[in-house]
């Protein structure tokens, strides 16, 4: 009796699928068609992490097309076309990722990047990243387990400072139209502040909204918000160096040789195949900075030095070779960490406002060589 149910109930399924099938052929196709997609999907996922991106291509496009509301699949094939620099296949393929899951973040993140640095799609861009920022998310948060309210705060933080930098390149790229960049500079300017209340301590974000300020001859600020990019990360020569812009063109020629002798130090010791164009660069400031303080050599511009040989403790022999010992890498660390130009700006220092005088052409921005 038991074998008879069990046949029965097994030929009751049957026919039910088969009624199925003979009433809604449309829908039973698209289920097949959905578990075909989402086997051409695995074989994608494995070609990629083999790096076979020419056949992880070819499996993701089979599965799109039997299951195109697939976004993971669009979302891979997008970062693999940025690899072959087919920079507009690769919007596309995001574009759809986020059509088909309009709360895919990472894609509008892409998608803006790819636009705004590949593409010059600055209004495109930045439309994605106030789609980031609008976006609601459901926060779950299980103590000890799972939070994903630290990465959704940051994806906010990363969509303003990226909205920013989209601002500030489309002001680069206005020539002889001072308001039309003031504008755009000022959205970037309100951009990266929202950024930095999020992401308290990127330097990225601090040192883009100080440049924005000197940009924008906000002097005060820009030399206060340097001097916190700074102390953020002091290895990073940029906000040395335009700091130091700065304070040469407020006259601080002292104050600004410091900080061109940490910047150059620090150009000297990264490397890299631009680090020497930048090193004559950054060495011609500051030689036209020690002139201008020789050229003042009876005022206190130039501090005395004492005959006496300094002891130094900060070297050591090991084999027969000169060692830097620890302690002097915390000290050049903490020296380069301390700004002592911030007093200067924290006295009331009447900003000069004028347009474009040399320091705004100076300066290191970015991207934009």
Not at 79 to 98: C, L, M, P
Not at 143 to 171: C, D, E, H, Q
Not at 287 to 315: C, F, G, M, Q, W
């Amino acid at each position: 009796m038991k074998k008879f149910f069990s046949g029965l109930f097994t030929l009751l399924i049957i026919g039910a699928v088969g009624a199925l099938v003979y009433l809604h052929p449309a829908f039973f196709n698209r289920q097949l068609d959905k578990v075909r997609g989402m086997y051409y999907v695995h074989k994608g996922d494995k070609a990629l992490k083999k790096m076979k991106l020419q056949k992880a291509i070819n499996y993701y496009n089979a599965a799109l097309r039997l299951y195109p509301e697939h976004y993971g699949a669009w979302y891979n094939l997008g970062n693999i076309y940025v690899v072959y620099e087919d920079y507009y296949s690769a919007v596309d393929a995001y574009e759809k990722a986020f059509e088909y899951n309009p709360k895919m973040i990472i894609a509008r993140m892409n998608y803006g990047i790819v636009s705004a640095e590949k593409l010059g799609d600055f209004d495109g861009a930045i439309n994605q990243y106030d789609e980031i920022i609008k976006t609601k998310r459901h926060l779950l948060s299980i103590p000890f387990v799972y939070s994903n309210r630290k990465s959704y705060k940051t994806n906010k933080g990363l969509a303003y400072y990226n909205k920013g930098v989209a601002f500030k390149k489309k002001s680069v790229y206005i020539e002889d139209e001072w308001e039309f960049r003031r504008q755009y500079l000022l959205k970037a300017l309100d951009a990266y502040k929202e950024a930095c209340k999020i992401l308290k301590k990127d330097y990225d974000a601090r040192y883009n909204l100080a440049l924005t300020y000197h940009l924008l001859g906000d002097y005060k600020e820009a030399g206060l918000t340097y001097c916190k990019a700074i102390e953020l990360n002091p290895m990073n020569y940029e906000a040395h160096y335009n700091l130091a812009i700065l304070l040469r063109h407020l006259k601080y020629y002292k104050e600004s040789l410091d900080e061109l002798e940490k910047a150059t130090t620090l150009i000297t010791n990264s490397g890299g195949n631009n680090a020497s164009s930048r090193q004559r660069y950054v060495f011609d400031v500051m030689n036209d900075v020690t002139r201008t303080i020789l050229a003042n050599s009876n005022s206190d511009l130039i501090d005395k030095l004492s005959d006496e040989p300094t002891k130094n403790s900060y070297v050591t022999y090991v084999n027969g070779k000169i060692v830097l010992t620890e302690e002097l890498d915390n000290a050049i660390i903490k020296n380069l960490k301390i700004c002592s130009a911030k007093k200067i700006f924290l006295e009331d220092m009447e900003d000069e406002n004028s347009e474009f005088d040399d320091v705004r052409y100076n300066v290191h921005v970015p991207g934009v060589e």
